[in-house]
């Protein structure tokens, strides 16, 4: 399953510095973020270390926490360490086809 993007107009729950939202629908953040959850997205916000952003990579957008290791390889983590199936590893040839769209505002 892949996320769907959704334009929607700005409302008072929508925090100032978010760009765009989206409902997540996938399981792969549990239980940090639900599925069927709607969040806001800030496409200007820089990521730092084990941030949650969305990332667009092989044509599907994906909810994951960011992290980076020591041979420049990036690890895309789901939100419950013990389900290894949801991270994705993308050593440094894949990362170029990552692209970043922003932080996820939590």
Do not use: H, Q
């Not at 940090?32 to 806001?40: A, D, E, H, K």
């Not at 800030?42 to 969305?54: F, I, N, V």
């Not at 990332?55 to 360490?81: K, P, Q, S, T």
Request: net charge neutral; glycine share 8%.
């Amino acid at each position: 399953m892949w996320e769907e993007l959704v334009l929607k107009p700005r409302g008072e729950d929508v925090p100032p510095e978010a760009d765009f939202s989206i409902v997540i629908t996938d399981s792969a953040m549990e239980p940090l973020i639900p599925r069927g959850s709607r969040v806001y997205v800030s496409s200007r916000a820089a990521l730092k270390e084990l941030d949650t952003g969305l990332f667009l990579y092989e044509g599907r957008v994906r909810c994951r926490r960011w992290c980076e290791d020591y041979n420049g390889a990036l690890i895309l983590l789901g939100g419950d360490e013990s389900r290894r199936e949801d991270s994705i590893y993308l050593d440094r040839e894949r990362r170029r086809r990552c692209l970043c769209l922003g932080k996820v505002l939590l």
